[in-house]
């Protein structure tokens, strides 16, 4: 596709819930990223691929959450029993030479 | 020390004026510096990167980069509402993979 493109734009889950966030990349960008925005901030680092391997995970917060590229190329974001302090947006991003590219986001709320 | 620390704001300029953005990093050995512009409600999208020390320009916007003193700035010249956006300063921390580490983000204003 022409960009980064990211489903749901918008969840709404309960506490405890499992939720699965997709992210498609832009063709032929082999480096994607998941970032975690919260209201006033700037996207906080979660995980980033290289190909279909997790070059670093450092940003994740807790093994409740969880990413996966099986193909290198879509990627899917897990975050198991979902907590309040998980809302957040969600940002997916593509990149081929440095520059990143983002989603327009998933917008996860934790009732 | 924050990895890449900018100043909230917000900050307000009148139209027309020069609004000044600055960033800090605490990485000694960075290599790459980027400009996101994000609009409320919007993602962040790249308007400017950097990888030398100097000044870079592209029609209304300069990066300028001092590794020595560890600080990235952005300028607009002839600032427009248009511009009235958060302005997030990336850099890519050198810890063995590519990540970009963003900072807080300033919140720009530009006034009619």
């Known amino acids: 596709g022409a960009g980064v493109s990211q489903t749901p734009s918008n969840k709404v889950t309960e506490k405890g819930k499992y939720v699965e966030l997709r992210c498609d990349p832009i063709?032929?960008?082999?480096?994607l990223y998941w970032y975690r925005q919260s209201l006033g901030q700037g996207p906080e680092f979660l995980i980033y691929?290289?190909?279909?391997?997790?070059?670093?995970d450092s940003g994740l917060p807790n093994d409740r959450f969880f990413a996966v590229r099986p193909e290198g190329s879509v990627s899917t974001l897990k975050i198991q029993r979902t907590e309040r302090g998980d809302s957040a947006v969600y940002l997916c991003?593509?990149?081929?030479?440095?520059?990143?590219?983002f989603g327009e986001g998933s917008r996860l709320t934790v009732l | 020390q924050k990895e890449v620390e900018q100043n909230s704001g917000p900050l307000s300029v009148p139209e027309g004026a020069i609004a000044s953005l600055n960033c800090t990093y605490s990485?000694?050995?960075?290599?790459?510096f980027f400009w996101y512009r994000q609009y409320s409600g919007k993602s962040p999208e790249l308007i400017m990167f950097?990888?030398?020390?100097g000044d870079k320009e592209d029609g209304r916007f300069t990066a300028q980069l001092n590794k020595a003193s560890q600080y990235v700035s952005l300028l607009i010249r002839d600032s427009q509402p248009s511009d009235s956006a958060t302005y997030l300063c990336?850099?890519?921390?050198?810890?063995?993979?590519?990540?970009?580490?963003f900072g807080k983000g300033t919140k720009l204003t530009v006034n009619p």
């Open positions: 990485d000694r050995g960075s290599q790459s």
């Open positions: 691929f290289q190909g279909t391997g997790a070059a670093d």
């Open positions: 063709s032929g960008h082999t480096a």
């Open positions: 950097i990888y030398s020390n």
């Open positions: 990336a850099v890519n921390i050198l810890s063995g993979s590519e990540k970009l580490v």
């Open positions: 991003a593509s990149s081929k030479s440095g520059e990143l590219f």
